[in-house]
């Protein structure tokens, strides 16, 4: 089992232009969740998508950032239009059904804006 | 909003003695604690976990105890090691039936020998 991989695992855009981040649950996982971690603070929640569904994204950005999860293929978080604000680490995790089981974290992304 | 706290921020203590983390959450629904230890520029990983069922699970070193009362988690850490050395995060299920962490702000262990 690869576990959760993310790639890529460093990422820099200038300013203004679009970062794509990937995320491919463990096998067997349905449930894929974002984090962000800015420097030296703790992980924020950002959104929870199942097959095809956006299930929470209270605490996605409302502009410039958007995620899915297809039917086929990883999960895609994607920034447009990244300002330096940014730059963080970028987390994704995978878990079974339930609310009270592991969540497995991938390597993460770290994207710096320039 | 969901919410936890968790102190102190930094903690530095000597090798072999023990360190505690606490954590408060404020959603009374929550039933999954999670712990993370995160070593620098890598992911976090899960060290021990509780259920709102237990008081108490421990693991050779580290334990966990859980006051669902006072909504309230703490983690132990015993004979401590410089390979502890790492910034370690608490966590609480949100509500909503589904794995959303609510994560603390973290606490940055210096283990010194």
Redesign the interface.
């Known amino acids: 089992n690869a576990g959760v991989m993310q790639n890529p695992r460093h990422l820099v855009r200038r300013r203004g232009q679009e970062a794509r981040l990937r995320c491919s649950p463990m096998k067997g996982h349905s449930h894929v969740y974002w984090y962000r971690q800015l420097p030296e603070e703790g992980l924020k929640f950002m959104v929870y998508l199942q097959k095809e569904n956006i299930i929470d994204e209270s605490g996605m950005p409302k502009e410039r950032f958007s995620a899915e999860f297809p039917k086929e293929g990883p999960s895609i978080l994607r920034i447009q239009q990244v300002v330096r604000g940014d730059s963080a680490a970028y987390f994704c995790a995978s878990s079974p059904a339930g609310a009270d089981t592991e969540a497995f974290f991938g390597q993460g992304t770290r994207l710096t804006v320039v | 909003g969901e919410n936890v706290e968790?102190h102190p921020s930094t903690l530095s203590v000597q090798e072999g003695d023990s360190a505690v983390i606490k954590c408060t959450y404020s959603d009374s629904a929550s039933?999954?604690f999670?712990w993370?230890k995160q070593e620098l520029g890598?992911?976090?990983?899960?060290i021990i976990?509780i259920?709102s069922n237990v008081g108490e699970k421990k693991d050779q070193r580290i334990a966990v105890t859980l006051n669902k009362t006072a909504k309230h988690f703490s983690l132990h850490i015993t004979e401590t090691q410089p390979e502890d050395s790492a910034v370690y995060?608490c966590a609480a299920?949100?509500s909503?039936?589904?794995?959303?962490?609510?994560?603390?702000?973290?606490t940055r262990l210096a283990v010194h020998p």
Not at chain 2, 42 to 46: A, T, W
Not at chain 2, 96 to 106: E, M, S, T, V
């Open positions: 968790q039933n999954y999670p993370y890598k992911r976090p990983q899960l976990d259920r995060f299920v949100g909503g039936g589904y794995n959303k962490l609510i994560f603390g702000a973290g």
